[in-house]
Each structure stands twice: as C-alpha cells, then as structure tokens.
C-alpha cells in the first residue's frame, strides 16, 4: 500500500470515531498510541482535568530540541441536525472525494501525517517530525495548551510549527482572535401594566446588543489596514439571546451570547471593555432605585489571533514545501496562536477547503491529500538535510 492508499485508510479509521467535541476523544487516542508503539515512535500523553480527553505528541528522528511540529485536533463538530446522505462516522468514497464528519477539519491531516510515520521513519532524519493531536479546538481551543507549555521543558522544543487545517495547502499566516463572551442581565420582575415599577432584563440587554452594534459599526469604518481579510475588520456578533417568561411579566432575567473576532494586533477585550462602560452607565441610571438589579459580562473562550511574521522559520519552510511564492490570511481562528505566544514560529497549512468543513456530507478531495502527502515527503528530505 503507497503512502496515498495508507493516508485514505488511516483516514477512514479516523473519522469512524465519533469525536464530537462533547464527548470523549480518548478511544481516537488509544487507537493512535497503539498505532505508534507498532511503528516504534515514542510518545507523551496529556489528559485533560475531567480525564475524559487527552491530547498526544509524538516524536519521529532525534530527540533533540528543533524540528517541526506537525499540529492537528481530533475533535469534530456536532452532526445532529444536518441532513447526511450516509453515515457521517463512515467514510464514504464517491469519486474524487471522501465524505465523512472530519474528513477536511480536520482527521485528513491527522491521516496523512500519521500515515507518513513508515516513511518518515526509514529518512535519516538529523531533526525531528513531531506530531501533536489534540482535543477541543470546535470549542476553546484549549486542548494543547499542556502539551505547548512542556515544549523546551521535558519535550523538544521546535523550531516551527505547522497547524494543518485546511488551506488548499496555501500557506495561511495570520488570522483573527477570537473572544466568546456572555452577558447576562439581573431585572426587577413585575406584572407589566406596572412596569414602571420594575426593570426589564430583556430591554436592558437589548440595549446593551445596540451599543455592540455601535462598536461594530466604529470597526467596520476603522477596516482592515493590511486588506487581507474577509471581512475586512474586526468583527462583533450576537448569536444567542434569551429572556423573559411571559409577555404580560417584565423579565427577571435575560442573557445573551456573543463574540470578538480581531485582526491580528487589534486587542481581544476591546468590544467587552465597551460594553462594560456601557454597562457601568446603566447601573447608574436603570438600576438606580434596584440595587438587586446588574449585569455581568463572563469571557468564556480567548484564542488569540495570528500575527504574521514575515520571514520567519515556519513561513520560509511551509512556502518551500508547499510550492508557493506568497502566504494568505485565513478568516478562521486556530490554535496556531498559542504557539506563536510561546514564542514558536507558526503557520497553518493544511490539506481540503474550509468551505467544506461543518457541513453535511462534509468532503475531501483525495487530490488534497495527495497533495498533502508530497509536502511531507518535501518535509522529511528538508530535514534529512
């Protein structure tokens, strides 16, 4: 079996484990330990605080400080809901493509590197390949935040980092931060043909999702400097909201979930810092007579932006690797981030297209990890080198 026909199949066995990011990841792991200790490569396990999940990292070559980190996430996004011409957890070859949750984003990198594993293994290596699974990427984006603090500690430390979601193997250096928020609005309940008397949380917060619209509108007119993205500002989004019980009581409670996506250099907590302010003017006037009466503003998740960083370790290889004479922006966010703030030169560069991914009958092209296949092997005599 050529190291193609052993990426589709590695890929199947991938994508057959259901990995929703609410359940458990550790079936995928012990799969890949078993498939690591068969090919002799020594690895490090790290398990979340629930001990429910676990990401992995693996080293092929010298054991030595240098080398790439291969980065990818086991996790996938839910599947209920969608209409799915098969079983989403069987891969399903049609053609050119391979269908399955997790096929692009993103169990088709994971497959190709760890189908690589035989060849990268019998180069003469003089740096290491390092490959790192790990977990909760569709949700925090936390999961190798363990695993990127033992760098340089009791694991190698690399000398770049390439994060493999999927670009269409283009090399991505930058992309936004992203911050998830939720706000939630303490009222005064009371019959409303008296509402005079009580507060409102669902009014409160629709005035609080205003003033978000009032900051969104400043970035949209401040725009992107570096026209690079699509949208081309920082971006701030309102996708949940939820209050009141009845139409003829004024709402005890109301509470709303929203996001901060940034360009790359724009600060994370700029949009809450607003609406704090915002809020803080509110409990001076509404609440005043209500000292029951508040807001809280939670930040759930922070994953930091992508910054590029023109000429760096990462982006000189990827460029060679993949064949490419120019980097692009891409518009998600990923764990690439977390690396670059711990100092590792990163990029993201990865096999299938984005477009795909999240969708029912979500696809890969097997051109893509074909494709995916040769930048590796272009990996492997770079660092035989």
């Known amino acids: 079996m050529d190291a193609l026909e052993r990426a ?4 199947s066995r991938l ?23 068969a090919q002799g490569v020594p690895f490090a396990r790290a398990p979340n605080a629930a001990g429910d999940k676990a990401a992995i990292f693996a080293t092929i070559g010298p054991n030595e400080p240098g080398g790439v980190v291969l980065s990818g996430h086991t996790d996938v996004v839910p599947v209920e809901g969608q209409d799915w011409s098969s079983d989403p957890f069987v891969l399903r070859r049609d053609g050119g493509r391979l269908y399955g949750r997790g096929a692009v984003d993103m169990k088709g990198f994971g497959a190709v590197a760890l189908a690589m594993i035989p060849e990268f293994r019998k180069a003469s290596l003089r740096r290491p390949i390092h490959l790192l699974l790990s977990y909760d990427e ?26 493999g979601e999927p670009t269409s193997m283009q090399v991505a250096d930058a992309h936004k931060s992203v ?41 949209r007119a401040i725009g992107d400097p570096s026209g690079r993205f699509d949208p081309p500002c920082s971006t701030v989004h309102v996708g949940v909201i939820r209050g009141g019980t009845a139409r003829n009581i004024v709402a ?28 803080d003017e509110m ?30 370790a990462a982006e000189t290889l990827a460029l060679r690797l ?10 998600y966010a990923t764990e690439a981030g977390h690396f670059q703030q711990a100092g590792v030169p990163t990029v993201v560069c990865g096999p299938g297209r984005i ?7 979500e696809y890969i092209e097997i051109s893509e990890l074909a494709a995916c296949v040769d930048f590796m092997r272009a990996l492997a005599r770079e660092l035989e080198a």
């Open 15 to 37: 994508v057959a484990f259901d990995t929703e990011s609410s359940r458990s990841n550790l079936p995928l792991i012990d799969f890949v330990e078993s498939y690591l200790r």
């Open 322 to 331: 993949a064949r490419r004479n120019s980097t692009i922006a891409v518009p």
């Open 355 to 361: 477009d795909q991914a999240h969708q029912p009958d």
């Open 179 to 219: 911050t998830c928020l939720v706000t939630r609005v303490r009222g005064f309940e009371i019959h409303s043909a008296n509402l005079h008397r009580g507060v409102s949380a669902v009014h409160v917060a629709c005035r609080l999702v205003t003033e978000l619209e009032r900051v969104a509108a400043e970035l």
């Open 138 to 163: 569709e949700t925090t984006c936390l999961g190798p935040l363990d695993m990127i603090a033992r760098l340089g500690v009791d694991l190698p430390r690399p000398n770049a980092v390439i994060v």
């Open 8 to 11: 589709i199949d590695m890929t």
């Open 283 to 312: 409990g001076k006037t509404v609440f005043a007579e209500f000292p029951q009466c508040g807001i809280d503003i939670d930040t759930l998740v922070k994953v930091p932006g992508l910054a590029p960083q023109p000429g760096s």
């Open 252 to 279: 005890r409670d109301c509470m709303f979930e929203w996001e901060f996506r940034g360009l790359p250099g724009a600060d994370p907590m700029f949009a809450r810092d607003r609406l704090a302010a915002c809020a």
